[in-house]
Structure formats: structure tokens, C-alpha cells
Antibody, heavy 121, light 108 residues
Framework: QVQLVQSGAEVKKPGASVKVSCKASGYTFNGYYMHWVRQAPGQGLEWMGRINPNSGGTNYAQKFQGRVTMTRDTSISTVYMELTSLRSDDTAVYYC??????????????WGQGTLVTVSS | EIVLTQSPGTLSLSPGERATLSCRASQTVGSTYLAWYQQKPGQAPRLLIFGASSRATGIPDRFSGSGSGTDFILTISRLEPEDFAVYYCQQYGNSPQTFGQGTKLEIK
């Protein structure tokens, strides 16, 4: 069965960086795009970007351009999301989510458990 | 980018009642590329509907989606206790994909 297991909670100071991992299992890793979505406390869902695990190609939401980097390590079926220059309003739960089919349409059917990133001085 | 506005913000109903949730887009959503997700506290979102009206695998048939263009509806025909949650719509027909702000469905 498809599983996405994310790394644990992080506490960071303003200006620091965070790197969240998402380990996939139960399917062909290279075959499905992976997206990152975040959710601030008590707020809605915000799309950050996506990575093609096969090529490593990425697309980022304009809001995060220059601050976010998504990468992958195919040898261990893991994708990463790094966010730099953290601010207090980056405090959120960060989710990785896999698309439902090889059409790669961003219909997100499988989600990680979420990683809470807290930015506080 | 397309802005999705969901209404109402909160819907208070009783089990067994019918729920109607609305999602309105600021521009036409291409190819009816609209999805609905359910999220319970402390959990990741769960895909319910894609392509405006297709149920995802394992989703009960009391959930249905409809609409096109700029106006979309999620209907839950008879509410079960486990249906009380927050619901989000998402458009993926135009880049960047965007989500609505959510509708909280609470027990009356």
C-alpha cells in the first residue's frame, strides 16, 4: 500500500532554514509527481510546489520562489522540501502529497502525516 | 491566479440531514478540474471528489459533486457522524492550483 512518511517536528529560529523529508513506499517512486502543501495553525491549505521524482524538475508557487527548494533521492525513494529565511508566519504543518495517477494532474490522493515546523525566537 | 470562495464558512446540521457546500471560482475552471477534500482535526486532507463529480476510491456514494465553469457544489445526502469536518475545494485547471478557504461542517 502507498505510504508517505515524513520527518519529525522541527523548531527553528527566524532566519534559519528547515529541510523536511518524505519517504515513499508501496509504489514506483519515479512514476508520480509529489507536491508540498502547508497549513498554518487554524488556517487553510496552501500549495507550495511540486517535484517530478523522475527528472528532478520542479515548479514552485510564486510566493515561495527563491526560498524553497524541492529535491529527491531516488535511491531511497525520498523527496525533500527545504525552506530558507524562515519567519514566524512560516509556522505550519507541512504535507507531502502524491498525485493520484500517472497523468500527473495535481489530484492529491496520498498524503504524508504532516510535519509541524515552528518558527520562534 | 484563481481565487476560490467557499460558502458558508460554517454549516451547522444534524446527522441524517443533507449538506450542500458551495465553491465559487473567480474565473472559469478549465476542464472542470475541481476537487474536494475532507479534513478532520489532526489529520491530513482526504480526497473525496475530482473532476468536479468523480468520487475517489472508497468514498461513499452519499458524497456527490456537481458544477462547472465557476460554480461547484459538494452534496452529502445524509450526514453520518463521521462526516463532520472541514471541507476544501481545489482547482487544478489553471496554474497555480489553488484551494478554497474551507467550510466547517459542525454538528447542530
Amino acid at each position: 500500500q502507498v505510504q508517505l512518511v515524513q520527518s519529525g517536528a522541527e523548531v527553528k529560529k527566524p532566519g534559519a532554514s528547515v529541510k523536511v523529508s518524505c519517504k515513499a513506499s508501496g509504489y514506483t517512486f519515479n512514476g508520480y509527481y509529489m507536491h508540498w502543501v502547508r497549513q498554518a495553525p487554524g488556517q487553510g491549505l496552501e500549495w507550495m510546489g511540486r517535484i517530478n521524482p523522475n527528472s528532478g524538475g520542479t515548479n514552485y508557487a510564486q510566493k515561495f520562489q527563491g526560498r524553497v527548494t524541492m529535491t529527491r533521492d531516488t535511491s531511497i525513494s525520498t523527496v525533500y522540501m527545504e525552506l530558507t529565511s524562515l519567519r514566524s508566519d512560516d509556522t505550519a504543518v507541512y504535507y507531502c502529497a502524491r498525485v493520484v495517477s500517472t497523468t500527473q494532474l495535481p489530484i492529491l490522493n496520498y498524503w504524508g502525516q504532516g510535519t509541524l515546523v515552528t518558527v520562534s525566537s | 491566479e484563481i481565487v476560490l470562495t467557499q460558502s458558508p464558512g460554517t454549516l451547522s446540521l444534524s446527522p441524517g440531514e443533507r449538506a450542500t457546500l458551495s465553491c465559487r471560482a473567480s474565473q472559469t475552471v478549465g476542464s472542470t478540474y475541481l476537487a474536494w477534500y475532507q479534513q478532520k482535526p489532526g489529520q491530513a486532507p482526504r480526497l473525496l471528489i475530482f473532476g468536479a463529480s468523480s468520487r475517489a476510491t472508497g468514498i461513499p456514494d452519499r458524497f456527490s459533486g456537481s458544477g462547472s465553469g465557476t460554480d461547484f457544489i459538494l452534496t452529502i445526502s445524509r450526514l453520518e457522524p463521521e462526516d463532520f469536518a472541514v471541507y476544501y475545494c481545489q482547482q487544478y485547471g489553471n496554474s497555480p492550483q489553488t484551494f478554497g478557504q474551507g467550510t466547517k461542517l459542525e454538528i447542530k
